[in-house]
């Protein structure tokens, strides 16, 4: 079975800075989806970014950016200019070619003012 | 609907009380899954739901769990004589076919077993 491990329990960055959110799965397939989602105190979990393994380009959205290293199977998320409103928990999760989903344990982002 | 709609959004119960939790999800979204999630901790899968193929029922806990789920609609997760170990937040996600495809999840289910 697949499994994903987030080693950060918690992480804090000052407003405006960068953080980075690491995330390692372990997987035999070659063709698989990696995404990371936030959950804010609300509980709703909302996708932050995605990426397909059989791209080598990182995704990045907005202010949101991965660095996918297929061979290593890391995928860490880093968080530019960083907000108040990232303040949340952050979950890697990695989806097979059968539609399971597997998430890691979470990393719980603070942001100082 | 918008989205995914759970109900109820909370709900407190006795030890050894059945519950039964609700999921609506997108129309149109036939992957279905269920996730539990601890105080603190990070998601559990209890079930998964494709179509009218049989559910992979493999993260159930124990038999006290159970899920059905009518075609592409609706979804109930019953579990049956609570523990207290029970309590946590059910969430429900939903998804199309589509590998690349993500989860639209609910705003989940706060269980508390007293």
């Known amino acids: 079975a697949q499994t994903v491990t987030q080693s950060q329990p918690e992480m804090s960055v000052q407003e405006a800075e960068t953080v980075t959110l690491s995330c390692t799965y372990d997987t035999s397939e070659s063709d698989y989806y990696l995404f990371w989602y936030k959950q804010p105190p609300s509980r709703q979990m909302i996708l932050v970014i995605r990426?397909?393994?059989?791209?080598?380009q990182n995704a990045t959205e907005n202010r949101f950016s991965v660095n996918f290293q297929k061979a290593a199977k890391s995928f860490s998320l880093k968080i530019s200019d960083s907000q108040l409103g990232d303040a949340a928990m952050y979950f890697c999760a990695y989806r097979n070619t059968g539609n399971q989903f597997y998430f890691g344990t979470g990393t719980s982002l603070t942001v100082i003012p | 609907g918008a989205g995914v709609s759970q109900s109820p959004s909370n709900k407190v119960t006795e030890k050894g009380k059945d519950v039964e939790l609700r999921c609506d999800p997108i129309?149109?979204?036939?992957?279905l899954y269920w996730y539990r999630q601890r105080l603190g901790q990070g998601l559990e899968f209890l079930i998964y739901f494709q179509g009218n193929s049989a559910p992979d029922k493999s993260g159930l806990p124990s038999d006290r769990f159970s899920a059905e789920r009518t075609g592409e609609s609706v979804s109930t997760l019953t579990i049956q004589r609570t523990q207290q170990e029970d309590s946590a937040v059910y969430l429900c996600a939903s998804s199309l076919r589509q590998a690349n495809e993500k989860l639209f999840f609910g705003s989940g289910t706060q269980l508390s077993v007293l």
């Open positions: 990426q397909e393994a059989y791209k080598q």
């Open positions: 129309s149109g979204h036939t992957a």
